[in-house]
């Protein structure tokens, strides 16, 4: 930060807070109508010389924490034309314990990464808090000031995904929110901005999420068609098999009422093996076999 924190504080007070709607001259404020610790990042993003800057905290005169007061009316200043630097926000993660992140943090931090958030988790978890934050840290930034470039930086492709339809929904939150995507290692290596040039890879992405949907798609109706010519036909095992229909119909064709007919009967499998099938399970065996016959 070039300026003095009090001179940040004047600069970012010369300006409305878009987030606590305070008015120019006067610092901002919690719901809780107190004196804000820090000015909100809507509000210091306004000046070019403090947008690289995560935080600026409210100058003690200000009286952080107390009630709020309104402060004398500063000019509005529309916010200076300038080239700002690109924001980086980095994201490392490995998925166990064993594994280190001392390598990826090592090459976000020579990235010039304003913030880095990392984890340890398993591929296999779909909530990521850390990445969470990165987007929406990334989203405020863009929210606040949208001609300012904001980059999701991180050190290989892999690391933000376990396959290519999550893939697919992390690029679409940054085509949402105009986040370009920054990969440091790999055959991909570079910043690839969603609506520009590097629309196309996250073309590809869509291109390949689709892909691996109907792939696991054809391969699941390939299994199932493997397993009907084997007999099997998935759901719920019957209560009441072939050899068990005919001994039940055997008995009603001479005269035995279905509840005693369920209480000669044994289920064979599952959980209630060696038990009698309730007396629902006849009547909807022999309904079942009746429609059969009726087909053929």
């Known amino acids: 930060m070039e300026l003095t924190p009090d001179q940040a504080a004047h600069a970012v007070e010369r ?26 990042t809507a509000r210091f993003i306004l000046v070019p010389a403090l947008r690289e800057e995560l935080e600026i905290p409210v100058p003690a005169d200000r009286q952080p924490g107390r009630p709020w007061k309104q402060g004398p009316p500063a000019p509005e200043v529309p916010a200076a034309a300038s080239v700002a630097k ?4 980095g994201y490392a993660r490995c998925s166990v314990a064993t594994q280190e992140l001392a390598s ?13 958030f990392s984890e340890k988790i398993s591929t296999r978890v ?7 934050e990165a987007l929406k840290l990334a989203h405020d930034f863009k929210e606040a000031a949208p001609d300012q470039t904001v980059i999701l930086t991180v050190h290989e492709l892999k690391r933000l995904a376990r396959n ?24 991909l290596t570079g910043v690839y901005d969603p609506n520009g040039m590097g629309s196309m890879l996250f073309a590809v992405l869509a291109v ?18 493997a397993a009907a010519g084997k007999g099997n036909h998935g759901g ?15 008995l009603k064709d001479k005269g035995t009422p279905v509840p005693d007919i369920a209480k000669k009967l044994t289920i064979k499998t599952g959980k209630n093996a060696g038990k009698s099938p309730s007396v629902a399970s006849p ?11 009726t087909a053929a």
């Open 164 to 187: 290519a339809a999550e893939l697919m929904t992390l690029s679409a939150a940054l085509q949402a929110g105009d986040i370009q995507l920054e990969l440091l290692t790999g055959p």
């Open 86 to 89: 690109p924001i980086r926000i």
């Open 208 to 225: 390949a999420a689709q892909l691996d949907r109907n792939y696991i798609r054809e391969k699941t109706l390939e299994g199932q068609v």
């Open 283 to 293: 009547y909807r065996a022999f309904a079942e076999a009746e429609e059969t016959d």
């Open 104 to 116: 990826q943090l090592q090459a976000l931090e020579r990235a010039d990464c304003k913030r880095v």
């Open 15 to 40: 300006h409305n807070c878009p987030k606590c709607e305070v008015p120019a001259g006067s610092p901002c404020r919690t719901r809780a109508s107190k004196t804000a610790v820090k000015y909100h």
């Open 126 to 132: 779909k909530v990521r808090p850390e990445l969470e």
């Open 236 to 250: 719920r095992p019957k209560v009441i098999d072939d050899d068990m229909l005919l001994f039940a119909r055997a």
